[in-house]
C-alpha cells in the first residue's frame, strides 16, 4: 500500500518514514511540501494512506479535507494532531475514512492503523 506523507511543520518526516516503511507492503511513495502539493499528488496518484501531521489542525484541515474529499475519495487519511481537542470532531463529517490521532501520544499507534486500514481496503475490495 503507498503512504503520501504530508508534514505541515517538517519536524517528524523522517520518524513518520521509517516507522511506516518498517511494516510490510506500505511504502512512503511521496512527501509533500505544502497543501497544494498534497492536492496536485493525489489527483495524479491514488495512494491508499495520506498521513497529515498538521499543527492548526482547526484551520488547515477542514479545508484541506474538503477538498481531498472531492479529489481522492478512496484514500484514508490518518490526522496527526498536536492536542486532540474537541473540535477536532468535525472533521470526520468532512471526510469519510479520516482518523485522528494525537502525534506524540499516539505516535506508536500509526503502524497498526495502516494495517487496519489495509484489512478494511481488502474486505471492500473482496465485496
Not at 4 to 27: A, C, F, P
Amino acid at each position: 500500500m503507498q503512504v503520501l506523507l504530508y508534514d505541515e511543520s517538517g519536524q517528524i518526516t523522517e520518524q513518520l518514514t521509517e516507522l511506516i516503511e518498517g511494516n510490510n507492503d506500505v511504502r512512503v511513495f511521496h512527501k509533500a511540501s505544502s497543501a497544494a502539493d498534497v492536492l496536485s499528488i493525489l489527483a495524479a496518484d491514488k495512494p491508499g494512506i495520506l498521513i497529515m501531521h498538521l499543527q492548526f489542525a482547526n484551520r488547515n484541515a477542514a479545508t484541506l479535507l474538503k477538498n481531498i474529499r472531492h479529489i481522492s475519495t478512496g484514500t484514508a487519511v490518518i490526522l496527526l494532531v498536536d492536542v486532540l481537542e474537541e473540535h477536532n470532531e468535525t472533521l470526520f463529517n468532512i471526510h469519510k475514512e479520516v482518523y485522528i490521532l494525537e502525534t506524540y501520544a499516539d505516535f506508536e499507534k500509526i503502524p497498526g492503523m495502516i494495517g487496519d486500514i489495509k484489512r478494511k481496503t481488502k474486505r471492500t475490495d473482496s465485496t
